[in-house]
């Protein structure tokens, strides 16, 4: 389960378009499943399917149809598994094209992948038409199909989701990866937010290795550390006698946000 | 209701803005048809005599009534261009004010732009108002142009500005009928296809009303009005009054159905489909079945009806076969008048069944700009396959569309008598194939060499029209005549068969399809 975080236009389409085979890569090696999605694209298509971000339907197709349809391009699906997907999502396949509104016609596409038994998913921002409910519903299929040891590739800027669902992490940023690892390797480069009572406040807190952004206000304290340098720092802390602490771990925001906030090269 | 027009003016404004040079194109495009056809007659008929012979032929003469409407008036070059053009002038500025209407309602408010803006201080039929206003704006413009033109060429002011007045009403008729089509469907495609089905059956009715015994039909067709002014002879004002009366009917109607439909519905409400695919659709072909078959069917529909009307009159030009020398002039060599009539009619026809094979093309490029392309090269269909399943329909379509159309006027001819055979139609319409596919394939090639340019179909499909129906009259010269592909079509029935030609053409057609092909293949998908 890999996540694929940027804000909108840092090419997070345009790389899956080219992992797809849409787009030719100007320069560049591409690789998807031991394959070139350029030159083995049909070998390639077979094992995986795609909900691309901006769904459009057929107007003159039901949303069942729709499905049926692209389900039988990649091979065949399970008309059960289609039955109950339609019922956990709560969408009607009976309308047609266009009376769909968007999160519905992302349903379709969802319906429509996840009903085929494929090695990956490539999804490309696949909630952002969905209402909480239904991208808790989201989420539980994805849980399901990674415990089944299958692979998705998840695009999005909604970092909580990315957070709740993935192991693996890139971000990117005008089209470049600027970080990659697993969530655990993120975090680490991350920094916690602590916000400490203390007896008495030292005065060279700001100099200590690996804390930032500090601010005092009488004897409350709050920092934000590196997680290499917490050990060394909450010892300092027992030291300056601790009243209480509160601690924030950190999260893909604001590892995001301090990646975005650099002047771009 | 002023405050229901809030917002109108801003709204026409940002319209014209937005689609000037499209505007602009169908202003100067239907401005030139009357001009050219004014300032070419004294060339054309340089004499009396020529004169004399062109109206003792043609007046009166049920075939070219049905293609044009009743001639009258032929001496002179006002009365000439009144006959031969005011009816196809209304029909394009018809399609301009049906295309314009749906635009800027029916298609807005499906796109979404719509509610952008009606958040803002807009009025409730702004939108309404601001379409049709829109559209009149530019058949008023439309009108001064020809007024402009024609006089610039020497024409008497009085039936250049009847002529004008026809055009611009006729236009704006449809206006009104674009109003009420979209009440009435969900979505501008439904809209147009309504719309251009009422043309349709305005210009059939019409043809009917005016080669049969039956003229009452012509006074129910919008475009049968527009020749009963009889601009360059009598100048019959009050004709215009039927025009505005049933705009402003059909505006009222409009905007009652305005009333009682909710934001982003029509009348018609979308209908439900089944759950469940049939077998039919399992793959790109199936898909492709389903997206093509309802334009298809109304295209073969329109060719067989009209077929069937402009075969039954065939007959009747056998009474000018003596006048046989204008004949050859009007429609080139051949040996009767019968024959060079269904040339010309099946020509059209083949030229007919080209617009359905760019239509049915495009039709593989707007899956590609709407992204429903993506889902499906997301699956292991391979893009010269899912190419493949619209070139064949754009391929095998268009030459049922001719086929149909011959077909239908030579049973019509035949059963009435006419000095002509079914199956010498079938060879006549049979003879349009490569010229249709040509067309075809160069827009094939557009789409798959450069997919942004691919509209370029439509301008060349406009010329072909042009140097087909006007080209031979206006003497254009050879190379302008040669560039159109149904130049090289044998006259058939009548005329002599020149293989070379049509294998040649056949050859170039493969060629552009190979090339659309191979260029598909290619490049990237372009959204």
Redesign the interface.
């Known amino acids: 389960m890999h996540g694929f975080v940027g804000p909108n236009g840092s090419g997070k389409s345009t790389t899956i378009?080219i992992l797809?085979?849409?787009?030719?890569a100007d320069r560049g090696e591409v690789m998807l499943l031991d394959g070139d999605p350029w030159r083995d694209?049909?070998?390639l298509?077979?094992r995986?399917?795609?909900v691309?971000g901006?769904?459009?339907?057929?107007?003159?197709?039901?949303g069942?149809?729709a499905?049926?349809?692209?389900g039988?391009?990649?091979?065949g699906f399970d008309?059960a598994r289609k039955a109950e997907l339609l019922e956990r999502f709560e969408l009607d396949?009976?309308?047609?094209g266009?009376?769909y509104s968007k999160g519905n016609r992302q349903k379709v596409?969802l319906v429509?992948a996840l009903a085929c038994d494929v090695e990956l998913l490539?999804l490309d921002e696949p909630t952002s038409g969905l209402d909480p409910l239904m991208e808790s519903v989201f989420q539980q299929c994805i849980e399901e199909i990674k415990a089944q040891g299958r692979t998705v590739l998840l695009s999005s800027h909604i970092l909580s989701e990315v957070e709740a669902l993935c192991d693996r992490v890139s971000i990117l940023r005008l089209g470049q990866v600027v970080q990659r690892g697993t969530l655990e390797e993120l975090r680490r480069v991350t920094r916690t937010h602590i916000v400490a009572t203390l007896e008495r406040v030292p005065e060279d807190l700001a100099t200590w290795p690996g804390v930032h952004e500090v601010l005092v206000h009488d004897n409350r304290v709050r920092c934000d550390v590196e997680t290499p340098a917490l050990n060394d720092m909450m010892g300092r802390l027992v030291a300056c006698g601790l009243i209480s602490l509160v601690t924030q771990p950190p999260t893909l925001e604001e590892l995001f946000l301090r990646e975005y906030a650099e002047e771009p090269a | 209701m002023t405050d229901a027009l809030t917002g109108f003016w801003i709204l026409v404004r940002h319209a014209v803005r937005l689609d000037r040079i499209r505007l602009i194109a169908w202003i100067v495009g239907i401005a030139f048809i009357p001009v050219v056809t004014y300032a070419s007659y004294d060339s054309l008929y340089p004499t009396l005599g020529d004169r004399i012979t062109l109206g003792a032929t043609l007046e009166s003469n049920p075939a070219f009534a049905l293609l044009l409407g009743p001639a009258s008036n032929l001496g002179e070059a006002g009365g000439y261009t009144a006959w031969r053009t005011v009816v196809i002038a209304a029909a394009f500025l018809a399609v301009m004010s049906i295309l314009t209407v749906v635009r800027h309602t029916r298609t807005d408010e499906e796109s979404g732009r719509t509610e952008l803006l009606a958040a803002g201080c807009v009025g409730r039929f702004a939108f309404l108002a601001a379409g049709i206003g829109t559209a009149a704006f530019v058949c008023l413009l439309t009108g001064l142009a020809i007024v402009i033109g024609l006089v610039a060429s020497g024409a008497a002011p009085t039936g250049a500005i009847a002529y004008a007045a026809a055009v611009a009403a006729g236009g704006l008729v449809f206006a009104g009928v674009a109003a009420i089509a979209v009440q009435i469907g969900s979505f501008g495609r439904t809209a147009i296809s309504l719309s251009v089905g009422a043309l349709a059956i305005a210009y059939l009715l019409r043809a009917w009303g005016d080669a049969s015994s039956y003229h009452w039909l012509t006074w129910l067709s919008p475009l049968g009005w527009t020749e009963k002014i009889h601009a360059f002879s009598s100048n019959a004002w009050w004709t215009l009054v039927v025009s505005l009366l049933a705009t402003i009917a059909l505006v009222g109607i409009a905007v009652v159905l305005v009333a009682r439909r909710d934001f982003g519905r029509g009348l018609l409400a979308a209908h439900h489909g089944p759950a469940d695919a049939p077998a039919s659709l399992s793959g790109t072909f199936g898909l492709s079945w389903r997206l093509h078959r309802g334009r298809l069917a109304g295209w073969m529909l329109g060719l067989a009806a009209y077929g069937a009307i402009a075969g039954s009159v065939a007959n009747s030009v056998g009474s000018v076969i003596a006048h046989s020398g204008l004949g050859q002039r009007f429609l080139g060599s051949g040996h009767n008048f019968v024959e060079l009539y269904i040339a010309e009619l099946i020509n059209v026809m083949g030229i007919v069944a080209a617009v359905y094979g760019i239509q049915a093309v495009l039709c593989a490029r707007s899956e590609e700009t709407d992204g429903r392309v993506e889902e499906l090269l997301s699956t292991p269909l391979t893009r010269g396959r899912w190419f493949a399943s619209h070139l064949v329909f754009a391929l095998a379509g268009s030459a049922l569309v001719v086929i149909v159309g011959g077909l239908s006027t030579g049973i019509a001819a035949q059963a009435t008598g006419a000095s002509t055979t079914t199956s010498a139609v079938m060879a006549a319409s049979l003879v349009q194939i490569p010229a249709i596919w040509l067309i075809v394939g160069a827009t094939a090639a557009l789409i798959g060499v450069v997919p942004r340019a691919s509209q370029l179909g439509w301008p060349i499909i406009a010329a072909t029209f042009v140097i087909s129906f006007f080209g031979p009259l206006l003497k254009l010269p050879h190379i302008v005549l040669d560039a159109s592909a149904f130049t090289h079509v044998p006259h058939l029935p009548g005329g002599s068969v020149d293989a070379v030609p049509l294998i040649a053409m056949s050859a170039i057609a493969v060629a552009l399809l190979g090339v659309g092909m191979i260029g598909m293949r290619r490049r990237s998908i372009l959204s």
């Open positions: 378009r797809l085979g849409l787009l030719h694209t049909v070998a298509h077979r995986l399917a795609y691309p901006e769904v459009s339907l057929w107007p003159q197709l039901s069942g149809e499905i049926d349809l692209l039988r391009l990649r091979g008309p396949p009976t309308k047609t266009r009376s596409a429509a490539i």
